[in-house]
T-cell receptor, first 117, second 109 residues
Framework: GAVVSQHPSWVICKSGTSVKIECRSLDFQATTMFWYRQFPKQSLMLMATSNEGSKATYEQGVEKDKFLINHASLTLSTLTVTSAHPEDSSFYIC?????????????FGPGTRLTVT | QKEVEQNSGPLSVPEGAIASLNCTYSDRGSQSFFWYRQYSGKSPELIMSIYSNGDKEDGRFTAQLNKASQYVSLLIRDSQPSDSATYLCAVNQGGKLIFGQGTELSVKP
């Protein structure tokens, strides 16, 4: 149990285009999902908390108009990187906490590696 | 001072030895602590959670928590080459996970 998937696993796009990344909880419903970004040799940085049916909560320094988050259902959250630039190239990972078990354990998706050329 | 601090390593241990990974945190009110393992190019995998002072054992892994010292550690017994990865300490603060920078562990055959 507690399986989280992401799609795509990797994507290459041109500068100025937009890219959508999907995060799904496969065997549980998640009212809250989290989006992280990880640059090479660095730790995970929380970008935003995605709340089903309401607006996402963004961390300080994360541009909400650039990183659009939509949590339209209890099993799906999407992150859209708008007008991508090479500095947005990174490993994007989502996570979710299943309603059973420990309240704060987060389970991560496999990640999406974005390369902007 | 960083909120969650770990030695970046690399920590190198021989196969079969005990690997000891350490983490300190700054928020004294933190109640939930986690260890994640991350292989190169992959996403983190939860291996241990601990909420109470003392030790928690799961197979070859033992997590230790000392809230008074704001210190949490992970011991890996009988280390295997497959344990070679980066180990991330995470602390729950207000429903969000704050991660340390990770300790790279290398287990030599």
């Amino acid at each position: 149990g507690a399986v989280v998937s992401q799609h795509p696993s990797w994507v290459i796009c041109k500068s100025g285009t937009s890219v959508k990344i999907e995060c799904r909880s496969l065997d549980f419903q998640a009212t809250t999902m989290f989006w992280y970004r990880q640059f090479p040799k660095q730790s995970l940085m929380l970008m935003a908390t995605s709340n089903e049916g309401s607006k996402a909560t963004y961390e300080q320094g994360v541009e909400k108009d650039k990183f659009l988050i939509n949590h339209a259902s209890l099993t799906l959250s999407t992150l859209t990187v708008t007008s991508a630039h090479p500095e947005d190239s990174s490993f994007y990972i989502c996570s979710a906490t299943p309603p059973r078990g420990d309240a704060y354990e987060q389970y991560f998706g496999p990640g999406t590696r974005l390369t902007v050329t | 001072q960083k909120e969650v601090e770990q030695n970046s390593g690399p920590l190198s241990v021989p196969e079969g030895a005990i690997a000891s990974l350490n983490c300190t945190y700054s928020d004294r009110g933190s109640q939930s602590f986690f260890w994640y393992r991350q292989y190169s190019g992959k996403s983190p995998e939860l291996i241990m959670s601990i909420y109470s002072n003392g030790d928690k054992e799961d197979g070859r892994f033992t997590a230790q928590l000392n809230k008074a010292s704001q210190y949490v550690s992970l011991l890996i017994r009988d280390s295997q080459p497959s344990d070679s990865a980066t180990y991330l300490c995470a602390v729950n603060q207000g429903g969000k996970l704050i991660f340390g920078q990770g300790t790279e562990l290398s287990v030599k055959p």
